[in-house]
């Protein structure tokens, strides 16, 4: 097993939110169940709550739309997010500890 063959069975887990993804840009490998796909621009990937299921990019950057269900996740953006401080993407930083 590959390094990122790991990292996606560490985050295939069933979640208490539905998610749907339509690609504009990029591909991603998505693991629903015991089924695994890509989607690529155009694509729609539905993922329903209470089954396992992960992505990874495959071809980045990717840019999508999101939609989760029930709603709620735009809470936990709200509470972790920050306004822009500018136009455009914000410079790469690593990860930040929360303890």
Same mark, same amino acid.
Do not use: K, N
């Given at each position: 097993?590959?390094?990122?063959?790991?990292?996606?069975?560490?985050?295939? @887990?069933?979640?208490? @939110?539905?998610?749907?993804?339509?690609?504009?840009?990029?591909?991603?490998?998505?693991?629903?169940?015991?089924?695994?796909?890509?989607?690529?621009?155009?694509?729609? *990937?539905?993922?329903?709550?209470?089954?396992?299921?992960?992505?990874?990019?495959?071809?980045?950057?990717?840019?999508?739309?999101?939609? *989760?269900?029930?709603?709620?996740?735009?809470?936990?953006?709200?509470?972790?997010? @920050?306004? *822009?401080?500018?136009?455009?993407?914000?410079?790469?930083?690593?990860?930040?500890?929360?303890?």
């Amino acid at each position: 097993m590959d390094r990122a063959d790991r990292l996606r069975a560490a985050a295939a @887990r069933a979640r208490p @939110r539905g998610r749907g993804f339509y690609l504009l840009d990029g591909q991603i490998t998505v693991e629903c169940g015991d089924r695994r796909w890509q989607a690529g621009p155009g694509d729609f *990937a539905f993922l329903p709550r209470g089954v396992p299921h992960a992505f990874i990019v495959t071809d980045g950057p990717v840019r999508g739309l999101q939609i *989760a269900a029930p709603a709620g996740f735009e809470r936990f953006v709200r509470e972790l997010g @920050r306004p *822009a401080e500018r136009p455009g993407l914000p410079d790469p930083s690593g990860p930040t500890s929360s303890c």
